[in-house]
DNA sequence: CTCCGCTGCAACTGTTATTGTTACAGCGAG
DNA sequence: CTCGCTGTAACAATAACAGTTGCAGCGGAG
């Protein structure tokens, strides 16, 4: 069912701009990051830029252009990166419509919606539960990954 | 993130199994679910194959073949329909592996690994809550879908 | 013991999402 | 003005799925 990486991808670009920070740099490059995920500057940028939008990060043009964190990692949640990247459901529903003859294929899109909205907001209050200074944290303290 | 509706077509399958039981059919043919369903028969089978691996329908063969429920609809949650298409894991971790040079790179993975643990743990939790039979229910309750 | 309807399964296609990549215009501090 | 970085479009490669076709195999009904 999981798809696609762009959480995971913008939780390490957090911990890691996290991590800098606490070394006293605090403006980094797109460039800087993907050197740490392993991947190319643009894939970055865009989840960069929907951190942006979600308020997340703030970015500066021209030279000496860069990201940073818009608020302490102290207080950014795995919640708030997760609707930064989400536009998708965690479950998703039929691809076409069902049959509308049969009383199941009539009904059971909402019945299911329900329950899936429930799951999902369970995993919403779980992920409100842990910061990106949560993670750095647990980051520094592995050994090997 | 999410990509298939197998979790849904596997759940509308055994909810109309239900409600043909109730009505005193029991067994049913791939052909006959796929109307349903609106799709075709070897996606069905496909559905029906999981969930017979998970024990939740047994089938039979050779002339008047069909599948049946293995249980009753009270007794299978939406967890057991989780478990029985779930392979993949909720949230995916990096495609590549991180530089390891970097110490956000090397630790990062176990961090989230953590964390996304916990909140497919929620979503465990609270599919468990439902059955088949609760789904049947809703789904009748609904006028228009 | 043959017939026939259904399952089991492999193979192939069309579609879609995602990642990775290249290319280039635009911005603005120095 | 310059230069480094952002913003974004465009494109290729990959992968997962849904849908479809085709056919072998099973085994009760007759």
Known sequence: MSANSRMTVAV???TWMALVHDRGRDVVT???IATSVATNPVVIRRSLADLREAGLVTVRHGAGAGWTLARAAESITMLDVFRAVHD???FAL???EPNQACPIGRGIRPALRDVYADAEEAVRRELARVTIADVLRETLATRSG
């Open 12 to 14: 390490h670009v957090l």
């Open 30 to 32: 797109s460039d800087q």
């Open 88 to 90: 998708e459901p965690l």
């Open 94 to 96: 039929h691809r076409g």
